[in-house]
């Protein structure tokens, strides 16, 4: 199940199923669907109609994403949680390599934002479109091309050194403001 | 239009516990725009538990959060028992519910200590921290103990709790219910507080969806979302309870819904004791199969997501944490723009963004003047002057 080499479908049931049924030609092939929990893939060149039309659900909410790397490219999971009903529905769509490339969701869906910023940063996912990519989690002075969640990332042999101490200024530090 | 200032708030600000940097844009004593940077103590946690094995990861992601050490590992543990179909033995359910409800019970009085010192009543500071310590006692003498509880595991918990604890627990929660009504009482019929915290820091049921927002922060809104109803997991299915909305979506919304569920978690914990089921605390997991797994969980801030992917190794190939304030705190874009600057010290503690007790910041400075814009101490007199203010004119 964890890369789409499987081509068999699961049968769509429950409310999970009624859910991937909505979302019609968007759903490429179902990997999980249990009366609770929901997988699928989705067309990575639609993932903006796909956030849009969960959003118009009702009680659904964007729970988070995560992105993961594997073979092709980097799955960008968007996991959405539907209340009062209980389910969380996952839809998988692919950044491929060598660019990352994919369709920001944050315009649409605003709890996207900084989740995307995070994979951004982390991953080196290239949300097009994305109304704010500035630096979420990294410092602003961290490598650009280095992304420390990849796999080939090592904690201790890639960190890089330390920026210099700097002090912007027109800001005085601590205690140095108080005339 | 008047000139535009920045008033920084943080990095490292007693408001929160972790490192968050507030930037208000403001214009005179209005606030026009905010934003937000976090990150700044990020560990690396989620890359960490890819080089730990399924069983170590609880002890780690527990040290996520101080407060929330019960609901992170139990979110992680739920995520891996889903993609391993554990059955989890029921004495286990309801010691995993207990530990929870204790937690959140410790988690609110906490926030309602800390709000009324930013507010000027200092009395009930006194007073909801004096009530949290009966139950951190009670989850030393259930876990071991204050925090990082290490009580979950995959498959149940590590540690029972005998009848005579559990008797002294069912004590301790009766004997918090008198003071927590006094307290209730105390604050939400203070007409001065109505004044101060009623119509400030709105968020909108509207802005909860489109924020992805959760928890208190979201029911303040009227909006009636919580896992351990929608999506049960431990013992909630099996006791009576409710879950607690407010009408408002402001500051005082946020507070009622708190204060009220510390009620709903005694009242929880009372009932687990009562109909706590005999035997076995754990059950036998083999191998974790390839799959994944996703596990929620209602923490006191809101819903805590973990996400977790094996491949049939010892370790999780993927782990996504996903705290509740991560989507709680962008809604200040929301909540914050149009208030005044006394008022946006509560609204920023009222999704309750973890607290610190650091009490360092960084001062901005006109450069032109070299007067020093507001510091932390400037925010909390501003904040208790308008109380003062308030409670004069009455």
Known sequence: ???????????????????????????????????????????????????????G?????LATATGIEVRDGIDILYHWAFEPAGLV??????APRPGFEIASVANSVPAANWIEREMHDLLGVEFVGHPDMRRLILDDSWPKDLHPLRKDFDQILDRPPLPPNQTPPDVVGEGGGQK | MSHRTVVNIGPYHPLQEEAEFYQLYV????????????????????KLDESKTFDQVPFVVER????????????????????????????????????????????????VGLAGHFLGYNTVFMWAWKYREPVMDVLETATGSRVNY?????????????????????????????PLEMLTKAVLDDPILHARLKKVGILTP????????????????????????????????????????????DVFGKAVVR???????????????RDMPAGEIDAKVEAIPPGEGVGHVEAPRGETFHYVRSDGSNRPVRHKIRAPSYNNVPTFKASCIGLQIPDVAITLASVDPCYSCTERMCVAVDAQSHKSLYNFADLVRLSQEKTERLRKER
């Not at chain 1, 659900?57 to 909410?61: F, H, K, L």
């Not at chain 1, 529905?89 to 692919?94: G, P």
């Not at chain 2, 303040?220 to 049960?232: L, T």
């Not at chain 2, 009220?260 to 009242?267: R, T």
């Open chain 1, 1 to 55: 199940m964890t890369v789409a080499a499987s081509k068999t479908q699961v049968p769509l049931s429950g409310l999970v199923g009624e859910i991937l049924a909505r979302l019609g030609d968007l759903v490429v092939e179902v990997h999980q669907c249990t009366h609770r929990r929901g997988i699928a893939r989705i067309d990575p060149l639609r993932t903006i109609e796909a956030a849009e039309r969960m959003l």
């Open chain 1, 57 to 61: 659900m009702d009680g659904s909410r």
């Open chain 1, 89 to 94: 529905v996952t839809l998988k769509a692919l």
């Open chain 2, 27 to 46: 214009e005179g004593e209005t606030v026009v725009d905010v934003d937000v940077r976090i990150s700044y103590n990020h560990r690396g946690i989620e």
């Open chain 2, 64 to 111: 996520v959060c101080g407060i929330c050490s019960a609901s992170h590992p139990l979110a992680y543990v739920q995520a891996v028992e889903e993609i391993a179909h554990v059955r989890v033995p029921e004495r286990a359910l309801y010691l995993r519910t207990i530990v929870n409800e204790l937690e959140r019970l410790h988690s609110h009085l906490l926030w």
């Open chain 2, 150 to 178: 290490a009580n979950c595991k995959i498959g149940g918990v590590r540690r029972d709790i005998d009848a005579e604890q559990l008797k002294h627990i069912d004590q301790v929660c009766s004997e918090l219910v008198g």
């Open chain 2, 206 to 249: 509207q802005a909860v969806k489109l924020y992805g927002a959760c928890g208190p922060t979201a029911r303040g809104s009227g909006v009636p979302i919580d896992v351990r109803r929608d999506d049960p997991y431990a013992a909630y299915d099996r006791v009576d309870w409710k879950v607690i909305t407010a009408d408002g979506g």
């Open chain 2, 259 to 273: 204060l009220l569920e510390c009620f709903e978690s005694a009242k929880i914990i009372r009932q687990c004791v």
